[in-house]
């Protein structure tokens, strides 16, 4: 059974971190990809970043390139994500999925498709 822990948000002031945890179970890290997701109050779920251990690659938001990092752990079967200078219009619910299930193929060019998901977790950037 796939499942998708999220962890590590809170509340934080503007320029301050976090970082994020997607502690995932049921697959391998090596062969699907997993990205983080992010959606605020009245506003669309965007995709924010992804990694793809399979296809080498990692996808981020353009907007936030530069200020966000994915990593993971094999070992502890887990994705990070890192946070930096944080914005208030960060605040979000912060979501992983992966690209595990029936769309599964095309990794980071797949997350629109991603089926499975964690259940979230808090960020909110405010002093």
């Known amino acids: 059974q796939v499942q998708l822990l999220e962890s590590g948000g809170g509340l934080v002031q503007p320029g301050g971190s976090l970082r994020l945890s997607c502690a995932t179970s049921?697959?391998?890290?090596?062969?699907?990809?997993v990205g983080w997701f992010r959606q605020a109050p009245g506003k669309l779920r965007e995709g924010v970043s992804c990694?793809?251990?399979?296809?080498?690659?990692?996808y981020y938001a353009p907007s936030l390139k530069g200020r966000f990092t994915i990593s993971r752990d094999n070992a502890k079967n887990t994705v990070y994500l890192q946070m930096n200078s944080l914005k208030p219009e960060d605040t979000a619910t912060y979501y992983c999925?992966?690209?595990?299930?029936?769309?599964?193929?095309?990794?980071?060019?797949?997350?629109?498709?991603?089926?499975?998901w964690g259940q979230g977790t808090v960020v909110t950037v405010s002093s």
């Open positions: 990694i793809s251990i399979r296809d080498g690659t990692t």
């Open positions: 999925a992966t690209e595990y299930g029936p769309a599964a193929g095309y990794g980071c060019n797949g997350m629109a498709d991603f089926g499975s």
């Open positions: 049921g697959f391998s890290l090596d062969d699907y990809a």
